[in-house]
């Protein structure tokens, strides 16, 4: 079926270290998603992009939807302890109704 | 408090004990949603539902029903639950659904193990 591939799927960076994660689509997205778990948590809803090219911020976390609404990127400055957990991106095609795709997630670990 | 509010959070059951897993929103949201959740494969959509009595399959539909008879409630059942349903389930709901914008609220999760 339908597939969003993220990458990586682990990283573990450095405290104070930057962080991207990436979604790719093989066909053109209407929105995408972004959600965080912790660690035995559930998903969070964090943002959504809607338009071609957008750029959206909040705090340290900037996301990024590609020209072609095909790609999308999160990336966190200087991440900290509290950062920890997966990304998960959620895709909805401009082909199908209202289902979104999540895509497995980037699991984040953060060595102090 | 916004928020979607599933039962119970743990289960243990036998193979072929039938199970419902309860959910329910107090946001009056359109859409819900089943997922489960394993390691390495991410978040899979099992059924879904656009509004009252409107359900339709995800990408695992086999071994499980819904219903949706009241907008609240997307209750999950498992006829007959066999050891491979074993995961952590995690109910969702969102005012409009993908196309129509806005993030899922997730439920806290129930961990199935079926032994």
């Known amino acids: 079926g339908q597939q969003v591939m993220q990458i990586p799927q682990y990283q573990h960076v450095q405290e104070g270290e930057d962080f991207t994660t990436y979604c790719n689509s093989s066909t053109t997205l209407s929105n995408i998603q972004w959600y965080k778990q912790r660690p035995g948590g559930h998903p969070v809803f964090l943002i959504q992009l809607v338009k071609s090219g957008e750029v959206k911020k909040q705090k340290r976390l900037t996301f990024q939807f590609g020209e072609a609404k095909k790609n999308s990127s999160l990336h966190i400055t200087a991440t900290q302890t509290t950062d920890v957990g997966t990304y998960f991106c959620a895709e909805n095609s401009m082909n199908r109704d209202d289902k979104i795709i999540f895509g497995k997630g980037t699991r984040l670990h953060i060595l102090p | 408090e916004a928020q979607v509010t599933q039962n119970p959070r743990y289960l243990i059951t036998v193979t072929g004990k039938k199970l419902t897993v309860t959910c329910s929103q107090n946001?009056?949201?359109?859409?819900m949603s089943w997922y489960r959740q394993d390691p390495g494969l991410g978040l899979r959509q099992i059924y879904y539902s656009m509004n009252v009595e409107v359900t339709d399959k995800g990408d695992v539909p086999e071994g499980y029903k819904v219903s949706r008879k009241e907008k609240r409630n997307f209750p999950l059942i498992l006829e007959s639950p066999s050891p491979n349903q074993t995961s952590l389930y995690f109910c969702a709901s969102s005012l409009l659904g993908g196309s129509g914008g806005g993030g899922y609220t997730f439920g806290s999760g129930t961990r199935l193990t079926v032994v």
């Open positions: 946001m009056n949201h359109e859409y």
